[in-house]
């Protein structure tokens, strides 16, 4: 019998994890009720855990994540950062993918090809990041491939954004009725609201994050923004942030005191514990870029527990930035971000187009957000005048079974002075091109735009309009490489991007509130000479909707498993079953 097993698994293995390894997991999404910032509410949870559990795979892995949608609404989850190479049908925004109904599944399967780093992932439907649903990623590096500094003594992850105690139903019906959001409740460190630092801005009874460390190691910290729409500074009371990388991407390393992150922006930091230290510290996110003191109560703080610790953390929290008024000292840090040219592992793309500087760009578009506005009686908000609406039917299935009409290839690319006006408007960019998009920030509040498929070369940032004459400031040698960058309000930030990855990308603003009211589109990348090699054909499981609905058979569910591996592996797992038996007997 144990021969049968062993015989077993070594088919298996060799039938289902032939070259890359892969890793099956299922995150199952519900409803739980919890009180983070002191008053009951519904959250999202992930497993029954709210943040969810994380996904810990390694360079060229195959992952396959089968999500059970337990909601009571359609649901999507996606992966921002991982570039989907030749797959953006995993990418899980409407554009690509059907929702899972109620009670359904889908099963996502992708390779996270070429790439390290801190990750996240969300739903990205009905505004229900607000609610939670989200959880960390980590892609490790292969051991063959060494990192670029020493290896520290532990990960430490950790979840911050700012958090309402109206869930997402709650605050979508607020923006629906031609109302901003107002200010945040506090912000949330790993699901969970502040230590009472202060007794009038902490109820009592707030159940707080600690983080254990010993004094003298070094643990990386990889701190994601995953809040709704409010960019955060972080600090660690007492100790310096080495940067050492930014969503998959090593940096030139930098310390820093503290360290302001864009909503839906990852890091991670190097930090040493003191040697000496006889106490608790303080790990605080504030609120950036508001009027601080009217915005007090939005301050997240968890608590750094030394194993020798002899007291708690005591005091007033250590003081953030004081450039409020002036954001032109704030932008110096961002400008300040570098790639780190000389370590081995991930580049900005596979084709190894990292001489950025010398390659001819061959398109350029200057995308404009402004502030909210009526739209045919909605309050929405606008990206070159055009408010997006999700296509019925996503494009390249629109494209596949030749949907006329589910879509416009024609959205602009520069502003017009005309009405803005709610479409369904497409970039219609060019494979193996190499596009400069200006992102151009005039709305009020600080915005943090994401590309899927991608990571782009941020060359340039600053206050103003941009206009040609602004390239000659650009930065063509080690511009900072990420998929997630800050628009300071009233200014503009230059990306250089090499679009070699075949498929369907949003481009899009993180800041939930401005995306939900329409700040996005697609970038539809197709190769006329598709032969197979550059784009992935739908996976067997694909959902169908709007124009395709028919095509959907009857049960939407599917498993991990049973995909990757097929009918094959139960036909072999029934043939042990059986010897077995047979040997037994």
């Not at 869930?167 to 969970?192: C, F, Q, W, Y």
Request: glycine share 8%; proline share 6%; charged share 15%.
């Amino acid at each position: 019998m144990a021969l049968l097993l062993l015989i077993h698994i070594a088919l298996f293995s060799t039938l289902c994890f032939a070259a890359d390894p892969s890793v099956f997991l299922d995150l199952k999404l519900s409803y739980i009720t919890l009180s983070p910032l002191g008053v009951p509410q519904r959250v999202i949870a992930v497993n029954g855990a709210f943040p969810g559990p994380v996904v810990n795979v390694t360079t060229n892995y195959n992952v396959n994540i089968n999500v059970h949608n337990q909601l009571d609404e359609n649901l999507l989850m996606t992966w921002p950062g991982i570039q989907m190479r030749r797959n953006s049908w995993q990418d899980g925004v409407l554009g690509t993918n059907c929702p899972i109904h109620p009670k359904k599944n889908f099963t996502y399967r992708f390779q996270v090809k070429d790439q390290i780093g801190s990750f996240f992932y969300f739903p990205s439907l009905n505004f229900q990041r607000a609610s939670g649903g989200f959880g960390p990623i980590i892609i490790n590096n292969r051991n063959i491939i060494a990192i670029p500094f020493a290896h520290p003594d532990a990960d430490i992850v950790l979840l911050v954004g700012d958090w309402y105690t109206k869930n997402h139903t709650a605050l979508r019906t607020i923006l629906e009725s031609g109302e901003e959001l107002g200010m945040p409740d506090g912000v949330l460190i790993n699901g969970k609201g502040p230590y009472r630092y202060n007794s009038t801005l902490v109820p009592n009874g707030i159940e707080y994050e600690t983080i254990n460390v010993d004094p003298g190691k070094t643990y990386r910290f990889r701190v994601n923004n995953v809040g709704t729409s409010t960019s955060l500074n972080f600090r660690i009371e007492g100790h310096n942030l080495l940067l050492v990388e930014t969503e998959g991407f090593y940096t030139t390393q930098q310390n820093f005191t503290s360290f302001d992150i864009h909503v839906g922006q990852s890091y991670s930091f190097l930090v040493t514990m003191d040697q000496n230290a006889t106490k608790d510290y303080y790990i605080v996110a504030s609120a950036r870029f508001v009027n601080e003191t009217v915005w007090e109560r939005v301050t997240g703080v968890a608590i750094l527990h030394y194993s020798n610790s002899k007291g708690p953390a005591s005091g007033p929290l250590p003081v953030a930035p004081s450039d409020i008024y002036n954001q032109w000292s704030a932008m110096n840090q961002p400008r300040a971000i570098r790639q780190n040219t000389t370590a081995s592992g991930a580049r900005p793309n596979p084709q190894g187009s990292f001489h950025y500087g010398s390659i001819n760009v061959t398109d350029t578009y200057v995308i404009q957000s402004l502030p909210p506005v009526r739209i045919d009686g909605k309050f929405r908000a606008t990206l070159n005048g055009i408010s997006f609406v999700n296509p019925d039917t996503p494009i390249r299935l629109a494209d596949l079974h030749k949907v006329k009409g589910a879509y416009k290839l024609d959205f602009p690319n520069k502003p017009h002075d005309r009405t803005p006006h709610m479409d369904r408007s497409v970039i219609n960019a060019t494979y193996k091109g190499f596009i400069e998009i200006i992102l151009q920030n005039n709305d009020t509040k600080m915005q943090s735009f994401h590309m899927d498929g991608y990571a782009f070369f941020v060359v340039g940032m600053d206050f103003g309009v941009w206009s040609e004459n602004s390239r000659n400031n650009y930065n063509k040698w080690d511009a900072i490489s990420r998929s997630t960058t800050e628009v300071y309000p009233g200014g503009w930030t230059a990306v250089l991007v090499s679009l070699d990855n075949v498929g369907v990308w949003n481009l899009r603003v993180e800041n939930l509130d401005r995306w939900y009211l329409g700040q996005e589109t697609y970038m539809r990348i197709i190769n006329p000479e598709e032969n197979g090699k550059t784009e992935m054909v739908p996976p067997d499981n694909v959902i169908y909707c709007g124009a395709l609905q028919s095509l959907q058979k009857e049960s939407q569910s599917s498993s991990a498993m049973a995909l990757h591996c097929g009918n094959f592996k139960l036909f072999l797992t029934l043939v042990i079953t059986i010897l077995a038996l047979y040997f037994d007997f």
